[in-house]
């Protein structure tokens, strides 16, 4: 996507990708999260080969977030990102001036 294209998406064409098995995901880091990808795939019982890929989309949907390293630091901790907040910054994002792809 182009910036120009994340600018113009409404909020309802963004949480309408929240469907299906992101929903799921979604749903399994609210209510057994925080945590890294593998404890929230053992408490909810989705597959780890389900989970990581709807994780990666929902932390770049904004749904997700990556809170840092899990204790060993071999992986990441991450958490849902409530909707109304996800709201709150897509209408912020939203009214920002699209920067140009190329600054220079």
Request: aromatic fraction near 10%; charged fraction near 25%; glycine fraction near 8%.
């Amino acid at each position: 996507m182009k910036p120009v294209d994340f600018r113009n998406i409404t909020w309802d064409q963004l949480h309408g990708h929240l469907a299906g098995l992101r929903q799921q995901v979604y749903d399994a880091f609210a209510q057994h999260g925080p945590g890294t990808t593998r404890e929230v795939s053992e408490r909810s019982r989705i597959s780890i080969l389900t989970l990581r890929p709807r994780t990666t989309e929902l932390v770049q949907l904004g749904f997700v977030e990556c809170l840092g390293g899990s204790d060993d630091g071999r992986e990441a901790v991450y958490i849902a990102v409530p909707p109304d907040v996800v709201r709150n910054r897509f209408e912020y994002w939203r009214r920002q001036p699209v920067q140009s792809e190329f600054p220079f």
